[in-house]
């Protein structure tokens, strides 16, 4: 299985970003996804989970704000990031996991099985 993450980038608060995850080695819609980011200076921290019955988790810091989606012909997860704050500012890894799961059950970073490789957005004035 490799993950690879895509769409990072320099963007201005309030600011919007699409990233993807391209998955390779395992089907995008038996699996449930996840997208996590790490702050400088921070621990990683979980940011969004798609199960593979669409449902769909989110950290209250993004609430409202991020969305996450998936093209299962295309095998891609996406993180739609809209009004962008200074705090987004990390690296974004995207992540596959064997076992379904939904809400709080889906923060724990080790049920994870597989890891992207990161992509960074930095977020400035």
């Known amino acids: 299985v490799q993950l690879q993450a895509s769409g990072g980038g320099l963007v201005q608060v309030g600011g919007s970003l699409r990233l993807s995850c391209k998955a390779s080695?395992?089907?995008?819609?038996?699996?449930?996804m996840g997208w996590f980011r790490r702050a400088p200076g921070k621990e990683r921290e979980f940011v969004s989970a798609?199960?593979?019955?669409?449902?769909?988790t989110y950290a209250d810091s993004v609430k409202g704000r991020f969305s996450i989606s998936s093209d299962n012909v295309a095998n891609t997860l996406f993180l739609q990031m809209n009004s962008l704050e200074f705090e987004d500012t990390s690296v974004y890894y995207c992540?596959?996991?064997?076992?379904?799961?939904?809400?709080?059950?889906?923060?724990?970073?080790?049920?994870?099985?597989?890891w992207g490789q990161g992509t960074l957005v930095t977020v400035s004035s």
């Open positions: 992540a596959s996991r064997i076992a379904s799961c939904s809400g709080v059950g889906c923060y724990d970073q080790r049920q994870y099985n597989y």
């Open positions: 080695g395992m089907t995008l819609s038996r699996a449930t």
């Open positions: 798609l199960n593979w019955r669409g449902t769909t």
